[in-house]
């Protein structure tokens, strides 16, 4: 059975009366990475300080690796690292600078090994002693995981990792953090951008103050729009609304030579619906299911949690 | 406490490369008032020639002055040091990373306040000592005797009492405007202010002849400590880390 890294039972925050995070429960497993989506303002950075031991919970507890973080906010501390959505680097010191003070609060020693290893990791070797504020914004993202990654967390939290980097930057940080998950470390990355959460994520979360819905991009596409098969037929057929006559068929949208239908069971009712079309002179090109992406998913679930 | 020294140490780093402000404070300053002070000891001439109580009253004026510098060093040098502290990390948006480690907020703040103390009291230590080189030799023979005689104590006082206190007082009500305050250069002038009621005792000190007496040095180096501990207790508020993180802006 997997090890649970994160687990989250309950977990509330109010600020001044405002309601940020409203009972949260979550398990996120050692090896995984996590996606965390939601809309700004949606409780995903107080989420990540509360899991982190930065601030603590109003309500529910949470423990990272099985230590509470609000009995051991400090040992949370010393278990996690954190990419914060601003690098918050000291941009007067140096590249080596940085990471060096951040290896002595973590009292790494030797520190110089661990160091060099990020440093050359990230290709920043050649620059390690230029002041940061030399340094591409890029390159500023890259510096700032390889603190975070310095004293080798079991968990990492990563908000926005690639926000505002050029498609290069953000590709080569994606890199990254597809290859951390290979060495088995605990990811949980909070991101906009859907594309990526798909690509990199084993599980997403939604948020919008509540959890919203937990699943691997496939489940949640599947819980949404699974039982929507799409037909690619070589010309349109005629008034096929009225001739298709299938008790099965919960929907069906007609795009010239595309259907899309919604069924009970594509798996059971496909080949039924493939001899219906036969018969009813369709030449048909292609059967697959509806290819949805995980912003549909998300839109439409943050729509819903609106009405 | 090996924390809070990765903390001072990494804020002297930053300070070195600060801007113009922090060297006109921590260097220029001392060297200028040095030269005043030389420049006042060559302008009242010869000393030796002077009648007994005339000497006293020259004497007991220019070390009111003199001592009325080593007041102000500690409370204008940390002033710099602080707001910078403050400012630049919140202006880099370094606090949220710095949290994240298993830093305690009292480490922070505990750096932060020795960071801007030991420079101010050191500086002052220094340029004393210096002050004490130079006006040592340029008074006649005999002379410098007299002179620690009478303002011995009160510049002991100054140095071990009142410069630290002083130094600790500035620099925690500039950490707290800081907090507050969005710029540097607003933080920087509201927090000079805090100069003002201390420079305005000193000065009305002089003129009642009342600078130099150990009692009344050590009467308003007591009130500092007074200060100082409610000082402390804002700070403490100011410096929880749920503070920081989401009202610091």
Same mark, same amino acid.
């Given at each position: 059975?997997?090890?649970?890294?994160?687990?989250?039972?309950?977990?509330?925050?109010?600020?001044?009366?405002?309601?940020?995070?409203?009972?949260?429960?979550?398990?996120?497993?050692?090896?995984?990475?996590?996606?965390?989506?939601?809309?700004?303002?949606?409780?995903?950075?107080?989420?990540?300080?509360?899991?982190?031991?930065?601030?603590?919970?109003?309500?529910?507890?949470?423990?990272?690796?099985?230590?509470?973080?609000?009995?051991?906010?400090?040992?949370?501390?010393?278990?996690?690292?954190?990419?914060?959505?601003?690098?918050?680097?000291?941009?007067?010191?140096?590249?080596? $600078?940085?990471?060096?003070?951040?290896?002595?609060?973590?009292?790494?020693?030797? &520190?110089?090994?661990?160091?060099?290893?990020?440093?050359?990791?990230?290709?920043?070797? +050649?620059?390690?002693?230029? =002041?940061?504020?030399?340094? &591409?914004?890029?390159?500023?993202?890259?510096?700032?995981?390889?603190?975070?990654?310095?004293?080798?967390?079991?968990?990492?939290?990563?908000?926005?990792?690639?926000?505002?980097?050029?498609?290069?930057?953000?590709?080569?940080?994606?890199?990254?953090?597809?290859?951390?998950?290979?060495?088995?470390?605990?990811?949980?990355?909070?991101?906009?951008?859907?594309?990526?959460?798909?690509?990199?994520?084993?599980?997403?979360?939604?948020?919008?103050?509540?959890?919203?819905?937990?699943?691997?991009?496939?489940?949640?596409?599947?819980?949404?729009?699974?039982?929507?098969?799409?037909?690619?037929?070589?010309?349109?057929?005629?008034?096929?609304?009225? $001739?298709?006559?299938?008790?099965?068929?919960?929907?069906?949208?007609?795009?010239?030579?595309?259907?899309?239908?919604?069924?009970?069971?594509?798996?059971?009712?496909?080949?039924?619906?493939?001899?219906?079309?036969?018969?009813?002179?369709?030449?048909?090109?292609?059967?697959?299911?509806?290819?949805?992406?995980?912003?549909?998913?998300?839109?439409?679930?943050?729509?819903?949690?609106?009405? | 406490?090996?924390?809070?020294?990765?903390?001072?140490?990494?804020?002297?780093?930053?300070?070195?490369?600060?801007?113009?402000?922090?060297?006109?404070?921590?260097?220029?300053?001392?060297?200028?008032?040095?030269?005043?002070?030389?420049?006042?000891?060559?302008?009242?001439?010869?000393?030796?020639?002077?009648?007994?109580?005339?000497?006293?009253?020259?004497?007991?004026?220019?070390?009111?002055?003199?001592?009325?510098?080593?007041?102000?060093?500690?409370?204008?040098?940390?002033?710099?040091?602080?707001?910078?502290?403050?400012?630049?990390?919140?202006?880099?948006?370094?606090?949220?990373?710095?949290?994240?480690? =298993?830093?305690?907020?009292?480490?922070?703040?505990?750096?932060?306040?020795?960071?801007?103390?030991?420079?101010?009291?050191?500086?002052?230590?220094?340029?004393?000592?210096?002050?004490?080189?130079?006006?040592?030799?340029?008074?006649?023979?005999?002379?410098?005797?007299?002179?620690?005689?009478?303002?011995?104590?009160?510049?002991?006082?100054?140095?071990?009492?009142?410069?630290?206190?002083?130094?600790?007082?500035?620099?925690?009500?500039?950490?707290?405007?800081?907090?507050?305050?969005?710029?540097?250069?607003?933080?920087?002038?509201?927090?000079?202010?805090?100069?003002?009621?201390?420079?305005?005792?000193?000065?009305?000190?002089?003129?009642?002849?009342?600078?130099? $007496?150990?009692?009344?040095?050590?009467?308003? &180096?007591?009130?500092?400590?007074?200060?100082?501990?409610?000082?402390?207790?804002?700070?403490?508020?100011?410096?929880?880390?749920? +503070?920081?993180?989401?009202?610091?802006?």
């Amino acid at each position: 059975m997997a090890t649970c890294a994160i687990l989250a039972e309950e977990l509330s925050r109010r600020f001044d009366g405002r309601l940020a995070v409203d009972r949260l429960s979550l398990a996120v497993y050692e090896g995984e990475v996590f996606g965390f989506l939601g809309p700004n303002g949606a409780g995903k950075t107080t989420t990540v300080r509360m899991l982190a031991g930065l601030i603590a919970p109003t309500s529910g507890r949470a423990l990272i690796a099985g230590v509470d973080v609000v009995a051991e906010p400090q040992r949370v501390r010393s278990l996690v690292g954190v990419l914060t959505e601003s690098p918050g680097l000291y941009e007067k010191l140096s590249v080596w $600078q940085n990471l060096q003070f951040y290896a002595d609060l973590y009292g790494l020693a030797p &520190s110089t090994p661990q160091i060099e290893r990020y440093l050359r990791l990230f290709d920043l070797w +050649e620059r390690r002693f230029d =002041p940061v504020s030399a340094l &591409s914004k890029g390159m500023k993202q890259k510096l700032a995981l390889a603190r975070s990654l310095l004293h080798d967390p079991k968990v990492l939290f990563l908000d926005e990792p690639t926000a505002g980097l050029d498609p290069e930057a953000a590709k080569t940080v994606r890199d990254l953090i597809a290859a951390l998950s290979q060495e088995r470390r605990t990811i949980f990355l909070c991101t906009h951008n859907l594309h990526e959460a798909e690509q990199l994520c084993d599980r997403i979360g939604l948020i919008k103050q509540r959890l919203l819905k937990v699943g691997t991009p496939h489940q949640l596409k599947r819980e949404l729009y699974g039982h929507q098969i799409v037909v690619d037929l070589k010309k349109p057929l005629e008034s096929l609304d009225s $001739q298709l006559n299938l008790p099965f068929v919960k929907g069906l949208r007609v795009e010239q030579t595309r259907l899309v239908i919604e069924l009970e069971n594509p798996q059971e009712q496909n080949p039924l619906l493939v001899r219906r079309l036969v018969e009813l002179g369709a030449e048909i090109q292609f059967v697959r299911e509806a290819d949805r992406s995980l912003e549909d998913v998300y839109l439409q679930l943050v729509r819903e949690e609106s009405l | 406490m090996r924390r809070v020294w990765v903390v001072v140490l990494k804020e002297w780093r930053e300070a070195l490369k600060g801007g113009k402000l922090l060297w006109v404070g921590t260097v220029a300053l001392p060297v200028i008032l040095l030269g005043i002070s030389v420049y006042m000891m060559l302008s009242v001439g010869d000393l030796s020639a002077l009648e007994d109580e005339d000497l006293k009253m020259v004497l007991h004026t220019l070390f009111s002055v003199f001592l009325l510098y080593f007041m102000l060093f500690p409370m204008i040098i940390p002033n710099a040091i602080s707001v910078y502290a403050i400012m630049s990390e919140k202006e880099q948006k370094s606090l949220e990373p710095l949290l994240a480690t =298993p830093l305690q907020t009292w480490e922070l703040f505990l750096a932060k306040v020795l960071s801007a103390v030991i420079p101010a009291v050191v500086i002052t230590w220094a340029t004393f000592g210096v002050f004490v080189l130079i006006v040592g030799q340029m008074l006649p023979a005999g002379l410098w005797e007299i002179v620690w005689r009478d303002f011995g104590i009160a510049a002991l006082v100054t140095l071990v009492l009142f410069a630290p206190l002083a130094s600790v007082f500035v620099t925690m009500t500039s950490m707290a405007i800081a907090t507050r305050t969005s710029d540097a250069r607003s933080a920087q002038l509201l927090s000079s202010f805090v100069v003002l009621p201390i420079a305005l005792w000193a000065l009305v000190s002089i003129y009642q002849n009342a600078l130099l $007496q150990p009692a009344n040095l050590v009467g308003v &180096s007591l009130l500092l400590l007074g200060l100082n501990i409610v000082l402390l207790k804002i700070a403490v508020r100011l410096f929880r880390r749920e +503070e920081i993180l989401t009202r610091w802006r």
